[in-house]
């Protein structure tokens, strides 16, 4: 079986710093596209970023800038760096890729909460 295990989240103040790791185990052939969704209190889940297996990006508008994706191949590990952080980065944060085991299928890892404060 295949699964995303996060860390990385917790408390931070306006304008702080968060790393997050997210770890792909498992019987894993290949993994494509691996990315960061954010979920708010009373809001649908968002994309935040995503990177593909040849390291092109994509962020929501919102974060440009302020967060940057990354991969290490050889550890099936993305991480999210969050810089500049505010009150409304406030989300459960979830990762999310895109995984040939015995057949490609997409993963959800269970959430890692991200707090602001002002």
């Known amino acids: 079986q295949v699964q995303l295990v996060e860390s990385g989240g917790g408390l931070v103040q306006f304008g702080g710093s968060l790393r997050l790791s997210c770890a792909a185990s498992g019987f894993i052939s290949s993994i494509g596209t691996m990315g960061w969704y954010r979920q708010a209190p009373g809001k649908q889940r968002e994309l935040a970023a995503t990177?593909?297996?040849?390291?092109?990006?994509n962020y929501v508008d919102s974060v440009k800038g302020r967060f940057t994706i990354s991969r290490d191949n050889a550890k099936n590990t993305v991480y999210l760096q969050m810089n500049s952080l505010k009150p409304e980065d406030t989300a459960v944060y979830y990762c999310h890729a895109y995984i040939l085991s015995r057949v490609w299928s997409y993963y959800w890892g269970q959430g890692t909460q991200v707090t602001v404060s002002s």
């Open positions: 990177i593909s297996s040849g390291g092109s990006t």
